[in-house]
């Protein structure tokens, strides 16, 4: 019978830490079709494989380990991951649906979810307005996920010629908005 690491957090832990395949896979049988669903659930719908998939993943690579350790449940980390990797996925398409659904209909929840909405609208018309090599680089840099070391091997540049553009490309994107607003 399978060990059931919930009940030994601290062994949980300490496999996460040394990359264990056993653990991992534990956490993969354990987590997988939960995350599925919770990313149907979340709006993922065609998508909901691969968010489910990235969102492990996520775990697996860069394990949360003082989340784990403060007593956060892994449903609730998992929750986050494929939260965020769903609004990377939108936000790649050029759109944002916020889950309004999930937030009371008045109140603060519902103030901060529109609040962080417009916020939004602004950054996003503040990248159109921007030169197309500095909306590439602010995407692939930040939506994308990459770091300058992987930029700089597809655009064969220098890693601190990406940063730079990054920075230089950022300056301009707050100057937009600041104009904006």
Known sequence: MPMNYEMYPQLFVDGLQRKDPVVHDWLVRKYRVWSIVEARRQGAKAESEDIAHDALMAVLEKPPIAAIERGIPMRAILCVKIYDRICISLLKQGRFAPMVHSFPQSGPGLQTALHHYDKYQKVRRALDKLATQDRELIEERYLGGKRAVEMADEQT??????????????ERLRRVVQLAS
Do not use: K, L
């Open 157 to 170: 540049r220098s890693p601190a010629a990406v940063r730079g553009g990054v920075f230089r490309a950022m």
